[in-house]
């Protein structure tokens, strides 16, 4: 859900968050991006030159998030919408730093820098494990590649993880081997449950179905429940590109919002 509040006027609370969220008392997300100018953030890291706008995003449960890289396509979507976007390129400010973005018809590509590949970890389902590996994307993945049906598996409840490894809780992915330049996933995001759809979770799964497969860069077609994304891994950098459509819009009242 995208809140415009480019002059940082609202108070927006873990609670607020988590009401916007819920599907029954609100208009039902699995997080929020708050449209702000990085001037008025209040909080995070301090603006950068030449860099207006910045992606505030929470998870479903209010909590901050680092990075979100559908929600960095979607903004630079709703940006184009409103008329605050000049032109088909935007730098965008987040928690992990800085996204270059390009809008080219239908299609949003983002930078999303380069995805650091950690120790392997172990992710379990009903007592079942899963071998997966540590990567970084601004945000903790556990990218899991499987020969086991990933339709199947029960995702209604977190996966079992390190928490040594991942203190602060991890996404984790479920990603079938590449076949033919195309890999199918599902994740389970921290904070949220599973998603139909998650930007930096797809990256996460590409790097782990390429170095499966015996590669370290390439480009990868990722379907999951909500669609189909394209992965590029190339030296230094990861660049996430897809389709980014705003479905719907509505109004929030000052009595809900109190």
Do not use: K
């Not at 992606?55 to 409103?82: F, I, K, P, T």
């Not at 930007?199 to 480009?219: I, K």
Request: proline share 7%; net charge negative.
């Amino acid at each position: 859900m995208l809140l415009p509040d480019p002059d940082g006027a609202l108070d927006l609370t873990a609670d607020r968050v988590a009401a916007l969220c819920d599907r029954r008392r609100g208009l039902g997300a699995d997080g929020v991006l708050r449209v702000v100018r990085w001037a008025a953030l209040g909080d995070g890291p301090p603006p950068e030159p030449g860099v207006e706008w910045f992606m505030d995003y929470r998870n479903a449960d209010g909590s901050l998030a680092e990075m979100c890289g559908n929600g960095v396509r979607v903004y630079a979507r709703y940006l184009q919408h409103r008329g605050w976007l000049s032109g088909s390129e935007l730098v965008l400010g987040t928690r992990s730093g800085v996204r270059a973005v390009a809008l080219d018809g239908d299609a949003v590509a983002v930078d999303m820098g380069p995805a650091t590949v950690g120790e392997t970890g172990t992710a379990s389902i009903d007592g079942e494990a899963f071998t997966g590996i540590a990567v970084d994307v601004g945000n903790p993945h556990l990218a899991c590649v499987t020969e086991v049906p990933i339709d199947g598996l029960d995702l209604t409840r977190p996966p079992g993880h390190d928490p040594a490894l991942f203190p602060h809780g991890v996404n984790v992915e479920f990603v079938s081997p590449v076949v033919d330049g195309h890999v199918a996933m599902r994740v389970h995001e921290r904070g949220v449950g599973e998603t139909r759809s998650c930007g930096t979770g797809t990256v996460a799964a590409v790097v782990a179905a390429l170095r499966h497969a015996g590669h370290d860069s390439g480009t990868v077609e990722v379907s999951a429940p909500g669609g189909r994304l394209q992965v590029t891994v190339a030296e230094g950098t990861t660049v996430l590109r897809g389709p980014a459509v705003l479905v719907a819009h509505g109004e929030l009242t000052p009595q809900w919002w109190g």
